[in-house]
């Protein structure tokens, strides 16, 4: 098979980094005790502990959809509700999970443009109901960054959580692409997650280098009680866990997590300094991680799919562009390239002959 040229559609369609590998290697030799019992499992659950430096319970399991749903699941009973951005991945992106393993838990959806809750949101839907016909609201989530890459900052998420906790709410963090929020923020894991109120974390192994995985982290343990009965009942118990848990402590033992992350932050970065300046191509959202949302003219985006180009425009309301930890500076740079090309031709085609 031909390798083609990278693409940029999306940020999964990147191979698994030299450390996660490592890793897996490492953990391929000889056998080990299953279902999680093992030394690389209790390794990565530690490294987890070592980095958010705090004593939180961790699970792992086979990717995000189940991660946010059973982790939600384990928030609510079934009469309850979760607040979540209209765009949230919860409410767009997981076939009704959440609502499914929660037995009907409803997600309550606060409109948002560029993905972000806001306190004023959380109020204003919690409030808005109190008697018994509606579903009683237990949990907020938000997801950072979010699904156009948008950052939440320490303060944000510390008000967040101020008017859960006066609410009676629970805090659950969407972090498919956790690494990228704290490469962005360039603060401690730490900081944006227990120390800022955050009650549960789910952190994205897949789009951070692994080949398949996240990890799920109870800050509160006692959410945590049971939780591997709902994991096993899901089916997201792995028997030979080790081979989820190890690459986990390949990303985390070596800073490759967040050096992964960094490098698809700049690369995004990269283009939209390619692009800034051009009338016909405009940034959607403020470049923040590693995702770039271009708003261009049909025949600009047609150009680019002429020239081969891969990309959605079903998220955000444009071209999207997501960059991984494998993506090359020289195809950044191509496709920058092809942007301006196409831009410029667009200018000319208006000038009167
Ligand atoms: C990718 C992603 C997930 C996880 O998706 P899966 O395909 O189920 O692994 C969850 N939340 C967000 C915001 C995502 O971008």
């Known amino acids: 098979m031909t390798r083609e040229a990278q693409q940029f559609a999306s940020d999964n369609y990147a191979g698994i980094c030299p450390e996660a590998m490592a890793a897996m290697t490492a953990a391929n030799q000889g056998s080990a005790v299953a279902y999680g019992d093992d030394e690389w499992t209790q390794r990565a659950a530690d490294a987890f502990r070592t980095l958010f430096d705090t004593d939180c319970d961790v699970f792992f399991v086979f990717n995000g959809t189940a991660a946010n749903s059973l982790a939600l699941a384990s928030l609510c009973q079934s009469y309850h509700s979760v607040i979540c951005a209209s765009s949230a991945h919860v409410e767009t992106d997981e076939c009704g999970a959440p609502e499914f393993f929660s037995n009907g838990s409803k997600l309550l959806v606060a409109p948002s443009i560029d993905g972000k809750l806001t306190p004023e949101a959380i109020r ?93 982290l109870y800050f509160d343990r006692s959410l945590a009680i049971d939780f591997d009965y709902r994991c096993k009942q899901a089916g997201q118990l792995a028997s030979k866990m080790r081979f989820l848990s190890a690459p986990w402590t390949g990303l985390l033992e070596t800073g490759a997590w967040l050096r992964n992350a960094q490098h698809g932050n700049a690369c995004a970065q990269r283009l939209a300094d390619h692009v800034s300046g051009l009338d016909s191509l405009r940034l959607i959202f403020p470049v923040q991680a590693n995702s770039v949302f271009l708003e261009a003219p049909s025949a600009i985006l047609d150009g680019l799919r002429a020239r081969g180009w891969r990309f959605y425009t079903f998220i955000g309301g444009g071209a999207r562009f997501m960059f991984a930890w494998d993506a090359q500076i020289a195809r950044v740079d191509a496709l920058g390239r092809d942007l301006r090309a196409l831009a410029m031709a667009q200018v000319d085609d208006r000038i009167p002959a």
């Open 124 to 216: 204003a839907l919690a409030s808005s109901r109190s008697d018994i016909h509606f579903p009683k609201p237990r949990v907020v989530t938000i997801t950072q960054p979010t699904e156009t890459g948008q950052v939440y900052t320490v303060e944000e998420v510390r008000a967040i959580s101020a008017v859960c906790r006066e609410l009676g709410l629970k805090l659950h963090m969407d972090g498919a692409r956790f690494a990228h929020a704290c490469a962005a923020l360039d603060c401690l894991p730490a900081a944006i997650t227990w120390q800022a109120g955050v009650d549960v974390l789910c952190f994205g192994g897949t789009k951070n280098g692994m080949a398949v995985g996240e990890a799920i």
